[in-house]
């Protein structure tokens, strides 16, 4: 069993910064990538960013270059730094990780971390 564990959401006032930190425990041998999406009212669920366990990125062309993912695998922790935040940022975020090796992978996710972003 493995266990996602979010912190860091909270309300900001528009061009502010937050840091989003989500860490893994558990029965865990490897965690090929983490990510994390956001849900905004009214709107489905999507991804914000992801990294790899080697490094490698992928971001959302709204945030490309105003967030950065990075990672601590000796921690099984995520990060998500936000800068320059806009309304259109609010939502909920959710951490996502991948554990184990292939072919018997599965995701886990976190409960969710409330960001709101004032005007």
């Known amino acids: 069993q493995v266990q996602l564990v979010e912190s860091g959401g909270g309300l900001v006032q528009a061009g502010g910064s937050l840091r989003l930190s989500c860490a893994a425990s558990?029965?865990?041998?490897?965690?090929?990538?983490m990510g994390w999406y956001r849900q905004a009212p009214g709107k489905q669920r999507e991804l914000v960013a992801d990294?790899?366990?080697?490094?490698?990125?992928n971001y959302a062309d709204s945030v490309k270059g105003r967030f950065t993912i990075s990672r601590d695998n000796a921690k099984n922790t995520v990060y998500l730094q936000m800068n320059s935040l806009k309304p259109e940022d609010t939502g909920v975020y959710y951490c996502?990780?991948?554990?184990?090796?292939?072919?018997?992978?599965?995701?886990?996710w976190g409960q969710g971390t409330q960001v709101t972003v004032s005007s």
């Open positions: 990294i790899r366990s080697g490094g490698s990125t």
């Open positions: 558990g029965r865990i041998s490897s965690i090929p990538a």
């Open positions: 996502k990780a991948s554990v184990g090796f292939w072919p018997t992978m599965k995701e886990y």
